[in-house]
């Protein structure tokens, strides 16, 4: 079975430039998450997805960042316009739908690791 | 207040030994989960074991086994006859009933090196 496919896996650019990345979840799996992970620390939440609703992005920079997963599969997150400290690792995640079970489990695609210079 | 603590930044261990990485977590909820993930250089976070707050056993998972003490609010994770691959960033976190969302509260992590 694939697992969370991410592309890019690197991405530089000057700030003020857009960038996007783009999520493939895992086959079944109708929960998408976006995480940012900055250098040194633990993955923060930016955003959850349930099929094709947004169901939490309280911690989604909605100024500069935005998301979409059209059709309930793939998913794009974009930052326009990037900013230094930007720079980090963006994970994306995905689980079976969540059933309220605490041990729900979820898979992460590899990432992409940002630099904006 | 930080939700989860892991205090060591990194560890060390030679091969074959066992190595324990500590997590403390803060919650009021006392129905809760516990997680450890790892995370290789190549990026992914690859989950190891789980707890339930309401688990009456340690939860163990091949090498790896969780030991939780409740009344401290500890689950540290004990990692046995460590092997080279083994070397990776680790990461506790924490789900919290009451707030009926799947959302994972991580830590900042404990770097571990196996050496031969």
């Known amino acids: 079975e694939a697992g969370v496919v991410q592309s890019p896996r690197y991405k530089i650019i000057e700030k003020k430039q857009p960038v996007a990345f783009w999520c493939n979840p895992i086959s079944g799996h109708n929960t998408l998450y976006w995480y940012l992970q900055n250098l040194g620390q633990g993955p923060e939440l930016l955003i959850r997805?349930?099929?094709?609703?947004?169901?939490?992005d309280s911690q989604l920079p909605k100024d500069r960042f935005s998301a979409e997963r059209l059709k309930g599969v793939d998913s794009t997150l974009k930052i326009q316009p990037a900013e230094l400290g930007d720079s980090a690792v963006y994970l994306c995640a995905s689980s079976l739908d969540w059933d309220r079970a605490l041990s729900n489990e979820q898979f992460f695609g590899p990432g992409t690791r940002l630099t904006v210079l | 207040a930080q939700k989860i603590t892991q205090t060591q930044p990194g560890m060390f261990v030679q091969e074959k030994e066992a190595v324990t990485l500590d997590c403390t977590y803060d919650t009021s909820d006392p129905s809760y989960g516990l997680f450890w993930y790892k995370q290789p250089s190549s990026g992914e976070m690859i989950f190891l074991i789980y707890?339930?707050?309401?688990?009456?056993q340690n939860a163990t998972e091949g090498r790896y086994s969780l030991n939780f003490q409740k009344a401290r609010k500890s689950a540290n994770l004990v990692i046995s006859a460590s092997q080279l691959g083994d070397s990776a960033m680790y990461f506790c976190a924490m789900r919290e009933e009451v707030y009926n969302t799947d959302k994972l509260i991580f830590g900042t992590g404990t770097r571990l090196q196996v050496f031969p």
């Open positions: 997805y349930e099929n094709e609703e947004a169901v939490d």
């Open positions: 707890q339930g707050s309401y688990d009456q």
